[in-house]
């Protein structure tokens, strides 16, 4: 992870191998975002050599300009898609220009400084995260590493010394890390990675902090009553693990709980995918891996909230002895669950994890899951569904998302699609009606939500990550192909929000 840093350094000073600017669009051209740390004759420069090339401050329309007079390196200029110079709640457009730049001088400079608009901590320290989250890269399976990678980013303020701006560049550097570190993961091959060397590479990176982990195997998860692991792992030589993440601060005032999908990969058991369906189904374990690098990041912030994470991992395969449609298995609630389509798995390893989570009595339980292909009919490739069984605390997560910067809709937990779950032999079937899939998926998980000393079902929101989670061919602002880390910074703004 590259270093970041803020100073009041002019981009004529600066020694940086890259110096980003903004553009923004007047009348259907790019136009460059005054910012203090740009002189005029280097503007007007800038703005002329956009005119002439017809640029038009587009989102992600990138233009490298070398040899500008007065600057050291490369300019490179980042369209913003904004029709002025970008105001506070701009921030996540100024995050993706930013991430833009940075994604494309991956392996080209090592070091790159951003001449932004910057007079507000708030887009001082979007400029640093976005430019954070496009340098990554992955590039432990490669012969050749990188020539160049990134290594310094500077954002140039004359907010360097601002207390705030110190604030949110340390808290930028603690989330890109870890989303970086949900990003490996999830991109790791699953050769390599499997519900054993997923709980040791959670133990290996959390080990000597605040976070206590603890690893059940399969013979602790059938003496637990943990149906839904049991069930998915039969059929992979590699059984199911379930890793509990608890953090305990001193003062805290609130008691999250998260619960995160983990199939490390899926092949959809004996109700098997087509090949081309496989191909990133390396990538089912991705709410597992938000959850693990979002629960390091709170600690490491020192948040003063207490958080309890649920990891439930398994591979689902067609071996021996995989799980067969018409089995019954029972969950750790005691409900009976009859399977019917062993490709949707990941609602039977997330409703144990629901249930342990429940018996820890904690104010909101989020679970995370690239649960349906329902929800990427529904949403489109960038955007993740969030339901929930109250509506203020939804939102509340919503809300948490839209100021980190990811982008979830709320979608409703229709009750009456919940009827076409029942089943001839047992409590209930864990599929319904093909339509409104994404909804029944939760609704099944509703019911393995516990209740709280009232008798009330305990405040809980489901979010279905399976379209944003991986990024097979597209590329924007900060995102690049392969894993994104979706989801980490909204689970962190929510528990700050909650601390």
Known sequence: MPTLTVTDTS????????????????????????????????????????QALDATGAADEIVRLPGVPGIQGVVVISGSGLAASPQADDAEVVRKAAGAATRSLVGKVGSVAFAFPAETAELVVATGEGALFGAYEYDAYRSKKSAKPITKVSVLSPLAKDKAVRAGVKRAGVVATQRAWAQDLVN????????????EQVKEHLAGGKVKVKVQDEKALAKAGAGGLVGVG???????????????????????????????FDS??????????????????????????????????????????????????????????????????????????????GRLVMADGLCFASREQPDLIVDVATLTGA????????????????????????????????????????????????????????????????????????????????????????LDIAAPAYSAD??????????????????????????
């Open 375 to 462: 929800a990427v009919l529904s949403l489109g490739s960038r955007t993740a569904a969030a339901l929930g069984n109250d509506d203020t605390t939804r939102e509340e997560v919503v809300a948490a998302a839209t100021t980190a910067g990811e982008d979830f809709w709320p979608m409703p937990l229709l009750q009456h699609l919940r009827s076409g779950m029942k089943s001839l032999v047992a409590d209930i079937k864990h599929t319904g009606p093909r339509m409104g899939g994404m909804i029944v998926a939760a609704l099944f998980l509703q019911d393995f939500v516990g209740d709280d000393k009232d008798g009330n079902q305990l405040p809980w929101v489901h």
């Open 268 to 345: 959809g058991g004996l109700c098997i995918k087509p090949a081309e369906s496989m191909v990133s189904m390396k990538d089912d374990m991705a709410g597992a891996a938000a959850v693990a690098a979002a629960v390091a990041a709170i600690a490491e912030l020192g948040l003063p909230v207490a958080v309890t994470a649920y990891l439930c991992l398994a591979e689902n395969l067609t071996g021996a002895d995989a799980q067969r449609p018409g089995d019954v298995v029972t969950m750790p609630n005691g409900k009976t669950v009859e399977v019917i389509n062993t490709d949707a798995e």
């Open 188 to 199: 790791m091959p699953p050769l390599d990675l499997y519900p054993e060397s997923f709980a």
């Open 474 to 499: 597209e590329t924007y602002g900060y995102v690049g192909k392969g894993a994104t880390g979706f989801a980490v910074r909204t689970l962190v703004q929510l528990a700050e929000g909650r601390a």
């Open 11 to 50: 981009s004529g000073k600066s020694k940086a191998d890259a110096l980003v600017v903004l553009a923004v669009q007047e009348d259907g051209r790019a136009k460059v975002a005054p910012a203090t740390a740009l002189d005029r004759a280097t503007q007007e420069h800038l703005d002329a050599s956009l």
């Open 234 to 264: 039969r059929g992979s030589a590699r059984p199911p693990r379930l890793v509990t993440l608890t953090y305990r601060p001193a003062k805290a005032g609130q008691h999250l709980a998260f619960v995160g999908k983990g199939i490390t």
